[in-house]
T-cell receptor
Framework: AQSVTQLGSHVSVSEGALVLLRCNYS??????LFWYVQYPNQGLQLLLK??????LVKGINGFEAEFKKSETSFHLTKPSAHMSDAAEYFC???????????FGKGTKLSVIP | ETGVTQTPRHLVMGMTNKKSLKCEQH?????MYWYKQSAKKPLELMFV???????ENNSVPSRFSPECPNSSHLFLHLHTLQPEDSALYLC??????????????FGPGTRLTVL
């Protein structure tokens, strides 16, 4: 069984500041990890996906995430926040041999001008 | 149309009504999913279909009835719902075949309000 914990249901950053959204997972097998973004009144859009090819994964819109096995973490970062980054972000995990995802509760990102 | 589409986008229904939500994917995928997204709760997986066969039913009440006539279409039939069923219902699709790390692509959702 796998689970995901996202630390902080709400994160606020100033425009231009570093974005850091935290995700810790538990999985009994090497995981596949995902970050999705949800803008208001929309579905979830894939930001990036970890598949064990590289520990640092680059995604869309300037986001990236680093897989750290020793810390069971997959935190999402962006060097400089933009107003358009304001949205809710979800971390998800799938175990090897599974195509089903387990989602975290989400972190709402606010960007202050 | 591209990606995953859902209709209607908004639905208001009484507890005695019967309605259906529709999802269509244009990605050539073989697996389709229904999720429920309520405020302050994680996404809840409701149903999974893989090659038109239902492979997952996460203890969903019988007032929700899924139908998958082919790999491109997925319906969620609703009847005698309760106010607590009000939520955003999201449809997703993926390649399926039990592919490891299968990426799911989501539709925009149907915002359901039960009065």
């Amino acid at each position: 069984a796998q689970s995901v914990t996202q630390l902080g249901s709400h994160v606020s950053v100033s425009e231009g500041a570093l974005v850091l959204l935290r995700c810790n997972y538990s999985s009994s097998v090497p995981p596949y990890l995902f970050w999705y973004v949800q803008y208001p009144n929309q579905g979830l859009q894939l930001l990036l996906k970890y598949t064990s090819a590289a520990t640092l994964v680059k995604g869309i819109n300037g986001f990236e995430a680093e897989f750290k096995k020793s810390e069971t973490s997959f935190h999402l970062t962006k060097p400089s926040a933009h107003m358009s980054d304001a949205a809710e972000y979800f971390c998800a995990v799938a175990g090897a041999g599974s195509y089903q995802l387990t989602f975290g509760k989400g972190t709402k990102l606010s960007v202050i001008p | 149309e591209t990606g995953v589409t859902q209709t209607p986008r908004h639905l208001v229904m009484g507890m005695t009504n019967k309605k259906s939500l529709k999802c269509e994917q244009h990605l050539g995928h073989n697996a389709m999913y229904w999720y429920k997204q309520s405020a302050k709760k994680p996404l809840e997986l409701m149903f999974v279909y893989n090659f038109k066969e239902q492979t997952e039913n996460n203890s969903v009440p019988s007032r929700f009835s899924p139908e998958c006539p082919n790999s491109s279409h997925l319906f969620l039939h609703l009847h005698t719902l309760q106010p607590e069923d009000s939520a955003l219902y999201l449809c997703a699709s993926s390649e399926g075949r039990g592919a490891e790390g299968d990426t799911q692509y989501f539709g925009p959702g149907t915002r359901l309000t039960v009065l």
